[in-house]
């Protein structure tokens, strides 16, 4: 069966640099992995036609990231995209992102997380957002955590509310696996934990549990469709 959705092709071409230069960059474009590029390489792509492409790296998306507004492009089939790296010196480095219109090379604009971060720990801040916007703050809350192990999230206050996010959010994999923690791991304990665990072999028994079957989703990629859900919120909620 032939597959008659509309693609769009992408030329992506990683500028050569010094910063980084031995660091591949896994790209990702609206949430879909397309590819790794080295230094000074060139990637050739095609994804289906959309109003938006949100270029990131899974781990790093706060740092690296742009988004193509296709109605910018004149729905043009075929978009030359140049990635650059800036700061590095002073500062941490991060990707700038290059589109080529009209024989020059233009900056795009990308997804700003920083306030989203800050709302995390920031009540006044959180209370504030719209509710697309909670949902999206509580996502990336728990990606950030679960990143690192699940006792991250177990010892959280808003393991609640990160939840609800999940189902909100779309993601399947991480609601089943932490739905299980809780059900088979702690259903006898209060949750969130709370440093007096550390003083109980059986709850230290625990956690290391279910930091394992956390470690092993990711083999099964819930990362990846984490990424790929939050990174479609963003598409359809949180962008104007």
């Known amino acids: 069966m032939n597959d008659k959705t509309e693609k769009v092709r992408f030329q992506i071409t990683r500028k050569s640099t010094l910063v980084e230069s031995l ?21 050739v792509t095609e994804i289906a036609k959309s109003d938006y492409y949100f270029f990131d790296s899974i781990y790093q998306s706060d740092r ?15 978009i030359f995209v140049e990635i650059r790296c800036a700061g590095g010196f002073k500062s941490l ?27 995390c720990f920031n009540e006044e801040l959180y209370s504030g957002l719209t509710k697309q916007e909670r949902v999206f703050t509580r996502g990336i809350q728990f990606f950030n955590e679960v990143s690192d192990a699940a006792d991250e999230v177990l010892f959280d206050d808003k393991l609640p509310e990160m939840l609800d996010a999940l189902q909100c959010i779309g993601v399947t994999q991480y609601t089943h696996i932490f739905r ?36 092993d989703s990711e083999k099964s990629g819930s990362a990846e469709e984490l990424h790929k859900c939050l990174v479609e919120y963003i598409i359809h909620n949180l962008l104007e």
């Open 64 to 78: 690296r990231n742009c988004i193509i507004c296709s109605s910018a492009l004149n729905n043009s089939s075929y």
């Open 93 to 119: 480095p991060y990707n700038v992102f290059f589109v080529l219109e009209n024989g020059a090379y233009v900056k795009l604009p990308s997804f700003d997380y920083s306030r989203y971060y800050e709302a």
């Open 180 to 215: 299980y923690i809780m059900d088979h791991l702690f259903s006898d304990i209060s949750l969130p934990l709370t440093d007096e665990v550390h003083d109980d072999k059986d709850l230290l028994r625990r956690i290391n549990e279910a930091n394992k079957v956390v470690w």
């Open 23 to 43: 660091i591949p960059y896994k790209l990702f474009i609206n949430g879909e992995y397309v590819g790794t590029l080295k230094n000074g390489k060139t990637l």
